[in-house]
């Protein structure tokens, strides 16, 4: 199937810190989501794209969606302890037929005191 | 968003045997989802659960292994059939809001942590 690429896999910061990870495809998306994913716990929502380019915010995360269709990023600015976890990638492929997501391989953030 | 609840949240179970996993929404959905994530991976859709139709499985994930029922419209279960150990994963559903809501914007139930010995 179509894959993600997600990247970094892992991020080790100090607190305060700005992050940026960020996903890529060869094939056009639809839509980008970003989730994150506690233990034990199932992915929950943290921001939406829809449309090419567009740049979002949900307090300290933006997201953009790339102008191509075929990245998307996502920034947290001055980290603090509850970000620790781990990041997912999301996107609906273009004309894919199928409903489902695509996820990517999941950056996990770790924050150092 | 909607309210999602999976039962039960965790089973160990043994080989051979089967375990059928509740998906219950606070809100009437059309559109159900069942995804599996291994241990330490990614998330990967097992099918599509649209109420009123067959379930639509992924390559890979076939009716016999995952059977799906979805008799309303806040309810759904995936059953794991006869087991193994490599069926050992968390399995999740999401659901889109609403009657008529975007298929991709998508929220997730807690999971159901599966381990098989």
């Known amino acids: 199937g179509q894959q993600l690429n997600q990247s970094p896999q892992s991020m080790f910061i100090q607190e305060g810190e700005d992050v940026s990870m960020n996903c890529t495809s060869s094939?056009?998306?639809?839509?980008w989501l970003w989730y994150k994913q506690d233990p034990g716990e199932g992915p929950v929502l943290l921001i939406a794209l829809y449309k090419a380019g567009e740049l979002t915010s949900n307090g300290r995360l933006t997201a953009q969606f790339g102008i191509t269709r075929k990245d998307s990023f996502l920034n947290i600015s001055a980290s603090i302890p509850s970000d620790v976890g781990i990041y997912f990638c999301?996107?609906?492929?273009?004309?894919?037929?199928?409903?489902?997501?695509?996820f990517g391989k999941g950056t996990h953030l770790i924050i150092q005191p | 968003s909607a309210v999602i609840s999976q039962k039960p949240s965790r089973d160990i179970c043994q080989r051979g045997t089967s375990l059928t996993i509740q998906c219950q929404v606070d809100?009437?959905?059309?559109?159900m989802f069942w995804y599996r994530q291994q241990p330490g991976q990614s998330l990967t859709l097992i099918a599509t659960a649209n109420q009123g139709s067959e379930a639509t499985y992924e390559s890979g994930f076939v009716i016999d292994k995952f059977p799906i029922s979805r008799p309303n419209l806040t309810f759904s279960t995936l059953t794991v059939s006869n087991m193994s150990p490599e069926d050992s994963s968390i399995y999740l559903c999401s659901v889109v809001p609403g009657l008529a809501g975007r298929t991709d914007t998508q929220y997730f139930g807690p999971g159901t942590r599966l381990t098989v010995l």
């Open positions: 094939s056009i998306f639809n839509t």
């Open positions: 809100s009437q959905v059309t559109m």
């Open positions: 999301a996107g609906q492929l273009l004309g894919g037929g199928a409903d489902g997501l695509t």
